[in-house]
Nanobody
């Protein structure tokens, strides 16, 4: 069982930045992949970015490439989603999840955090 806790959401103006954190409770994530997904009101959940912590491979959705990056701490207990140049269309609840392997579909992931709201004002 992996418990994930997200933090770092909030309200930011267009063009601003936020850093979301996804922390594993009491364990390392070094053998897992961590993905970030988001869901806006009335829309389906979509993949944003993900990292395989065993091989440091990353994937990004086209809509965030060049604006979002993924970071991790040395102990591989926390993964960060650094979001720059934010746009109103980035407004959503952001979730982190982990799985044995890096994927871009929700059902690839076994454990999910509770979500954190990101709101980008125009």
């Amino acid at each position: 069982q992996v418990q994930l806790v997200e933090s770092g959401g909030g309200l930011v103006q267009t063009g601003g930045s936020l850093r979301l954190s996804c922390a594993a409770s009491g364990r390392t994530l070094r053998n897992y992949a961590v993905g970030w997904f988001r869901q806006a009101p009335g829309k389906e959940r979509e993949f944003v970015a993900g990292i395989s912590l065993s091989v440091d491979d990353t994937k990004f959705a086209d809509s965030v490439k060049g604006r979002f990056t993924l970071l991790r701490d040395v102990a591989k207990t926390t993964v960060y989603l650094q979001m720059n140049s934010l746009k109103p269309e980035d407004t959503a609840v952001y979730y982190c999840a982990c799985a044995a392997r890096l994927g871009i579909l929700g059902y690839d992931y076994d454990y999910w955090g509770q979500g954190t709201q990101v709101t980008v004002s125009s």
